[in-house]
């Protein structure tokens, strides 16, 4: 299942529903329509793509901030 939805956690890692460890993994699937999960690593806040926007903002897993396709090291303008 392809989802626009990311979760960001109060340190600033931001993961997709795929790569979500096992802790908010079952928080989410407990309370699917929850924004928000609180976890004993810290609290998940969803973070919907194809509503805010959010082309910068992408799954740290999926795409390494040191990755060239990271939206960080796309040159501007070329």
């Known amino acids: 299942m392809t989802s626009n939805r990311l979760w960001i956690?109060?340190?600033?890692t931001v993961v997709c529903?795929?790569?979500?460890?096992?802790y908010l993994r079952s928080a989410f699937e407990a309370n699917s329509e929850a924004i928000q999960h609180r976890t004993p690593l810290g609290t998940w806040c969803a973070y919907y793509t194809h509503l805010i926007g959010g082309a910068n903002l992408v799954c740290e897993v999926c795409t390494p901030w040191d990755s060239p396709n990271h939206p960080y090291n796309q040159k501007v303008g070329a």
């Open 9 to 12: 956690d109060d340190n600033g």
């Open 17 to 22: 529903d795929d790569h979500a460890g096992t």
